[in-house]
């Protein structure tokens, strides 16, 4: 049997919020370490100092006094290692959850980034359907605009229509269809524009 069957496939795919919490109980539980050595620490140091009173005192000897201190100074100094390897794995976790909170930054700048950009696509898709329809109407509109000036060109040949007539409402035919094209240009560009966001 392998000892791989049923492991995932990747071992270390694993969600920086997990890790976070992760560190964060073993965090707190080796802060609560931390706290009781530096008052062990504190209360063999104590210790250490009462002996040399008693010694100047005179209530213990001098040899009393150096074994009683010495057996005191290697719990001190144990007490010291422990403390030197509790704030090393804490300056590791606190590195750690540093990174990973980075990491998180991170994620969550990208995943705004790519909601900000789907409700771009989704807006300017609103707007480019709603221009196209504009589109379409200005399309309508020269078509009518042309009927008019076939119309009136009917008109002038079948001599219905005055020479001044004729010439003013050719002139403002013209008028319209240049302000119509403006208006589709912009339109145009509008939609080339919206369509290069809706692509992206």
Do not use: C
Not at 15 to 39: C, T
Not at 96 to 108: A, D, F, M, V, Y
């Amino acid at each position: 049997m392998s000892h791989y069957e049923g492991m995932p496939e990747d071992l270390y795919d694993i969600d920086p919020r997990d890790i976070l919490a992760q560190y964060s109980v073993e965090w707190v539980a080796l802060k609560k370490s931390y706290e009781e050595l530096k008052k062990k620490l504190q209360e063999v140091q104590d210790e250490l100092s009462e002996l040399d009173k008693k010694l100047e005192r005179g209530e213990i000897t001098e040899q009393e006094h150096l074994e009683q201190y010495r057996e005191k100074w290697l719990r001190s100094t144990e007490i010291v290692q422990v403390k030197r390897e509790v704030e090393s794995r804490l300056n590791e976790i606190l590195k750690e959850i540093r990174e990973t909170n980075k990491r998180l930054e991170l994620e969550e700048a990208e995943r705004q980034r790519r909601e900000r950009i789907e409700q771009e696509k989704t807006n300017a898709m609103i707007e480019w359907m709603s221009l196209r329809q504009g589109f379409d109407l200005i399309r309508e509109r020269r078509k009518e605009i042309n009927r008019e000036m076939d119309e009136l060109e009917m008109r002038r040949r079948a001599g219905t229509i005055s020479d001044e007539e004729y010439r003013r409402a050719r002139v403002d035919q013209i008028r319209k269809l240049a302000e119509l094209k403006t208006v589709e240009n912009d339109v145009k560009r509008r939609l080339g524009e919206l369509l290069e966001i809706i692509r992206s």
